[in-house]
């Protein structure tokens, strides 16, 4: 029951892992997803599944070879695996050769086993143990320098070589194999090593998540603060225009419309999606209503979105742009989209995208205000 168990946990984890991979097309999951593979092949051969399900009518398969292979694999993918989880590449590059040469070296002694060196084993268990030993250096000094998702890195890796040494120990006759630790040593190992690996695939994800949306923020901000010291400038341009001699009024009159007409036309707004922030004109949205704690903003095009923004948010965000008027508790038009208004209690607009929109009775003098209606 306790093999099942480990078992089943394992391959949700190998199924996990290859949806992420498929999922996001990034090689760590795959890397993940295979070292986790030959950990549970390396399960299975120290349990004698491998032999009783697979090679029981071949005993040559049997000879310790196939073991050896399985082991290589597993340490060669958890080598990938931390080299692009911890990005060693990129931040500690010169370590990034070492895990490469530790590799390489790993290839070569069980070559030179399957050649029958008979020290070969004991060699490369001591490869084995010195990669480890890595790792947890590499993921200690990574995660004091703020890489959160290496704190899940560090305990998988801990508690796997903590039970490894354990299981040594009484091999060695210091430990006994009564105790559940150390009978059940491999069990447990693999299981948290797995299980915390996993976690931390999942704390990067959401790390990643959390630094993309700071940086479209930041870049948000950088684009608004850009427009608004850009129309700062039109906007003593155009004064100093205006207090010109007046001999070529009808041209300047013309040109400063122009000049006011593109910078409405370029201003963009930052819209937070569920998918993201997105940058839109705001010449394009017709109106925006109120959905809760959401809001579903229109376009010209009679296309709509889904922001993850109240209807308050956008009427804080669009306070400083004249064309956009809050009619109703539940809607906010852009009055340039406007083709009709039908007088009532408080009236009704109709919008270019065919939409009808009641106006609240209490902001009906500032709607025909703002209109150029007669109240």
């Not at 399957?114 to 060699?123: C, H, N, R, W």
């Not at 940086?215 to 427009?227: I, S, V």
């Amino acid at each position: 029951m306790i093999n099942a168990f480990v078992m089943g946990v394992m391959l949700l984890i190998i199924l996990f892992s290859f949806f992420m991979y498929f999922t996001l097309k990034e090689r760590t999951y795959l890397l993940y997803a295979l070292h986790v593979v030959f950990s549970t092949l390396t399960f299975l051969s120290f349990e004698g599944y491998l032999f009783d399900f697979l090679w029981r009518e071949m005993p040559y398969m049997n000879n310790g070879i196939n073991a050896s292979l399985i082991r290589l694999c597993a340490l060669l993918t958890s080598i990938g695996f931390s080299v692009s989880f911890l990005n060693i590449k990129n931040v500690l590059p010169q370590l990034h050769r070492l895990f490469q040469g530790l590799g390489a070296l790993a290839v070569l002694v069980v070559f030179a086993k399957l050649i029958g060196i008979q020290k070969a084993e004991m060699v490369f268990n001591i490869v084995v143990l010195i990669t480890f030993l890595f790792y947890l250096i590499v993921g200690f000094w990574l995660y004091r320098r703020g890489f959160r998702p290496a704190r899940f890195y560090l305990l998988g890796w801990g508690f796997y070589i903590l039970e490894i040494l354990l299981i040594v120990l009484t091999l060695f006759n210091i430990l006994s194999f009564d105790h559940i630790i150390t009978y059940y040593g491999y069990h447990i190992g693999i299981l948290f090593q797995s299980t915390l690996l996993t976690f931390a695939l999942i704390d990067r994800i959401n790390m990643l998540r959390v630094e993309s949306k700071e940086a479209q923020e930041l870049a948000m901000q950088r684009l608004t603060e850009n427009e608004r010291l850009i129309a700062e400038q039109n906007q003593v341009l155009e004064k100093k225009l205006e207090q010109q001699p007046t001999a070529a009024g009808e041209d300047l009159q013309r040109f400063l419309k122009l000049m006011r007409d593109e910078r409405e036309k370029v201003k963009k707004i930052p819209i937070a999606t569920l998918e993201g922030v997105l940058l839109f004109p705001v010449s394009d949205i017709v109106r925006v209503e109120a959905m809760g704690s959401y809001a579903n903003v229109y376009f010209f095009n009679r296309q709509k979105m889904v922001a993850s923004r109240s209807l308050a948010d956008f009427e804080q965000q669009l306070k400083e742009y004249d064309n956009f008027f809050k009619v109703h508790k539940s809607h906010i038009i852009n009055l340039n989209f406007v083709t009709k208004y039908v007088r009532g209690e408080g009236g009704v607009v109709f919008m270019e995208d065919g939409s009808e929109v009641d106006v609240a009775r209490r902001v009906k003098p500032d709607f025909l205000r703002a209109m150029g209606l007669e109240s």
